[in-house]
C-alpha cells in the first residue's frame, strides 16, 4: 500500500475484503482529537458561563428597563406558590422544571441555566469557568487554523470538503439512502457528508470563533467592525449560543453515523488513518 | 455495492451505549482539580498570560473602544457588586454630600497630590457614551464624564519604575468568615494612560449616583467591568501587585478572575 492523498488513494483489493486505504491525514487526524477533547471542555465552561447571566438579547446591549430578550432560564413561582425551572424563548414560556432555571434535587434545588451535571465545574464557579473556557480556545483556534492551512495546501478543502455540483445534484439520493440507514463505503464523503462537514468546518467553526472575540471589550476596540458584522455584542452573544447547540446536534448525528457506519473501522481511519471500504464493484460510487 | 444494512434492534443498542456516555460529562469529576489554587487550575489560568500578551501586540495603546449615539441610552446604568457601601468612612462623606472628598495619588510618583471633587470638575473633562459589558455576560449602554487618568497621572509624574495603578476603594466586600475586605482593583499603565479611562464622575449627564459609584469611579473602557473600581478613595502607583490583598490584584482576582478582563 502506498500513502497518496486522504481519500484518493485505492490499492488493490485483498481477497473479498475490500481495500484498505489512508484516508485521513496526520493533520487530519490530530486536529480532530484536539477539537474533540477541546470542544468537551469549551462546552461545559460554556455552559458555566452562561449560568452567570442565563439570558440571550439581540442587539448591543442588555435590555433591563426594555425586552430584546430572546431566551432565559430562570425560577419562578407560580400562582400555587410552588417554584418551578421557566424557559422562555421569544415570548413563549415553557416549563423545565428539573433540567433548565431548576434542576438538583428536590429538598435541595439549586436555580441556574443549566444544572451541575451539564457544567464545568459542577457548582456556580464563573472564574474558573471562563479559565477553563479561555484555555481550551487557544487550541481549538490553533487546531483550526492548522487544518485550515494544510487542508487548502494539500486540496484535502477542495475535493473532500467542498461539495461540488455533482455532490449537490445527488444530495436527495443521498438523503433518502441515510434516511434507510445504507451507507456507501468507498472511503469517499458523499453530498450530505460533504455538507455537514463543510458547515462545521467552514461555517460553524470560523463564526464561533468570531462570535467569541466580540464579545472582547478588547477586541471591540481592535476589530470594531465584528461588531456591525454580528449587530452588537449581545447578538454576537447569542449567536455563539446557537452555533454551541448546532455542533451539539451535529456530534449526535456524528456518534450515531460513526456507530451505524461500523465503530471499528470509522474509529481506526480516525486513529490510524487507515480505512477499509466495502467488497468490491465499489469502482461506481455515489459521489 | 454492498450495502451496510443495520437492523432496529443493533442500532438501538449501539444509541444505547452512545447514550450512557453522557451522564459521564458530569463535572464533579473535574471539581477537585479545578477548584482554588489547584495546579491544574493554574496552569490552565497561565493561557490568560496568552491572552493578555496577544492583545497588547494586536490592539494599539490607544485604540478607542466603539462610542454610541445619544439614541442608545435607552435604560440607567444597572448596578452591580457593591451598590451602597455602610462603611462609616464612606457614610460620613455620603452624609456632607461628598463636600469633604479628597482623591488622593501617591506610591512612585515626583509630586503626591490630591484632589477635591470641585476641583476635579473643574478639570478638562472627557464624555463619552460607550458600553459596560459585565463578565456575567451582560451589557449597558450609558454616557460618562470624568477626567481622563492620564492628566491626573501626568501632574503627579509617574516615576519610571511604576508598573501598574493601584485604586484602593471605600466599599467593603463581605467574604464571611473572613469578615470584611476593602475592594480594590490595579490595571497597567498602557490602559491607565488610555484616552477613554477616565474618573468618572458624571452617568447620563447627572452626577454619579451612589449605586454606580459616588462619588468618584474609574471607567477602563477595554475592559470588564469588574475592573472599574467605584467609591475611590485613592491611586497609587506601583512597581508589583504583590503587598496588596491576596496578591493578585484585585477584590475579584484574589477570588479567581483573570487581572486582565479584556475579554
Redesign the interface.
Known amino acids: 500500500m502506498t500513502i497518496t492523498d486522504d481519500i484518493e488513494s485505492r490499492s488493490p483489493p485483498k481477497h473479498d475484503d475490500g481495500a484498505v486505504i489512508y484516508r485521513h491525514r496526520i493533520a487530519t487526524r490530530v486536529t480532530h482529537w484536539t477539537w474533540a477533547i477541546a470542544l468537551f471542555f469549551l462546552l461545559l465552561s460554556g455552559l458555566q458561563i452562561f449560568n452567570a447571566h442565563p439570558t440571550l438579547y439581540i442587539g448591543q446591549q442588555s435590555g433591563f428597563e426594555f425586552d430584546n430578550s430572546v431566551l432565559s432560564m430562570r425560577a419562578l413561582q407560580a400562582a400555587d406558590g410552588t417554584v418551578g425551572g421557566y424557559t422562555t424563548v421569544r415570548g413563549h414560556t415553557f416549563d423545565t422544571t428539573g433540567v433548565l432555571g431548576m434542576s438538583g434535587p428536590a429538598g435541595d434545588p439549586a436555580y441556574r441555566g443549566f444544572p451541575a451535571w451539564a457544567t464545568l465545574p459542577s457548582y456556580q464557579d464563573l472564574a474558573t469557568g471562563r479559565v477553563v473556557h479561555f484555555f481550551f480556545a487557544w487550541f481549538f483556534s490553533a487546531a483550526f487554523l492548522i487544518w485550515f492551512v494544510s487542508s487548502l495546501i494539500s486540496g484535502h478543502l477542495r475535493r473532500d470538503i467542498l461539495p461540488s455540483m455533482a455532490d449537490i445534484k445527488t444530495l436527495p439520493r443521498s438523503i433518502a439512502d441515510h434516511l434507510r440507514f445504507r451507507f456507501h463505503h468507498d472511503g469517499r464523503y458523499n453530498g450530505l457528508q460533504k455538507l455537514a462537514y463543510a458547515g462545521v468546518l467552514l461555517v460553524i467553526f470560523p463564526l464561533i470563533i468570531a462570535t467569541g472575540l466580540t464579545m472582547s471589550p478588547g477586541m471591540n476596540a481592535a476589530w470594531p467592525w465584528l461588531l456591525d458584522i454580528f449587530g452588537g455584542r449581545q447578538t454576537a452573544r447569542t449567536i455563539h449560543f446557537l452555533c454551541m447547540a448546532a455542533l451539539v446536534i451535529f456530534f449526535v448525528i456524528h456518534i450515531v453515523m460513526v456507530l451505524a457506519a461500523g465503530p471499528l473501522n470509522e474509529m481506526r481511519s480516525i486513529v490510524t488513518g487507515w480505512y477499509r471500504t466495502d467488497k468490491q464493484k465499489n469502482e461506481e460510487h455515489s459521489a | 455495492?454492498?450495502?451496510?444494512?443495520?437492523n432496529r434492534r443493533k442500532?438501538l443498542t449501539?444509541?444505547g451505549?452512545?447514550a450512557s456516555a453522557i451522564?459521564l460529562?458530569?463535572?464533579?469529576a473535574?471539581?477537585s482539580m479545578?477548584?482554588g489554587q489547584s495546579r491544574v487550575?493554574e496552569f490552565?489560568?497561565s493561557?490568560?498570560g496568552?491572552?493578555y500578551r496577544a492583545?497588547r501586540a494586536?490592539?494599539?495603546a490607544d485604540?478607542?473602544?466603539?462610542e454610541?449615539a445619544a439614541s442608545?441610552i435607552?435604560?440607567?446604568q444597572?448596578p452591580n457588586g457593591s451598590t451602597d457601601p455602610t462603611d462609616t468612612d464612606y457614610l460620613a462623606l455620603k452624609d456632607a454630600a461628598f463636600a469633604n472628598y479628597w482623591l488622593t495619588v501617591g506610591g512612585l510618583v515626583e509630586k503626591p497630590v490630591s484632589f477635591s471633587l470641585d476641583e476635579l470638575r473643574n478639570m478638562p473633562a472627557r464624555t463619552q457614551i460607550t458600553?459596560h459589558?459585565?463578565?456575567?455576560?451582560?451589557?449597558?449602554?450609558a454616557k460618562w464624564t470624568g477626567v481622563p487618568l492620564r492628566q491626573i497621572l501626568d501632574e503627579a509624574k509617574v516615576k519610571p519604575e511604576a508598573r501598574f495603578v493601584v485604586f484602593q476603594c471605600y466599599d467593603t466586600m463581605n467574604l464571611g468568615l473572613q469578615g470584611a475586605v476593602p475592594y480594590y482593583e490595579s490595571i497597567d499603565l498602557i490602559d491607565a494612560r488610555h484616552p477613554q479611562t477616565i474618573l468618572a464622575y458624571g452617568n447620563n449627564d447627572k452626577p454619579l449616583a451612589v449605586a454606580n459609584g459616588a462619588p468618584l469611579r474609574v471607567r477602563v473602557?477595554?475592559?470588564?467591568g469588574y475592573k472599574m473600581a467605584k467609591y475611590i478613595k485613592g491611586i497609587e502607583l506601583v512597581s508589583s501587585l504583590a503587598p496588596f490583598g491576596g496578591g493578585k490584584g484585585g477584590f475579584?482576582e484574589d477570588?479567581?478572575?483573570?487581572w486582565y478582563g479584556?475579554?
Open positions: 455495492m454492498t450495502r451496510f444494512i443495520i442500532f449501539m444509541a451505549v452512545a451522564p460529562s458530569g463535572c464533579d473535574f471539581d479545578l477548584s487550575r490552565l489560568a493561557a490568560n496568552l491572552t492583545h494586536l490592539i494599539g485604540t478607542l473602544v466603539p454610541f442608545e435607552r435604560q440607567g444597572r458600553r459589558d459585565c463578565v456575567e455576560g451582560w451589557s449597558c449602554i473602557e477595554r475592559q470588564l475579584w477570588l479567581g478572575y483573570d479584556g475579554i
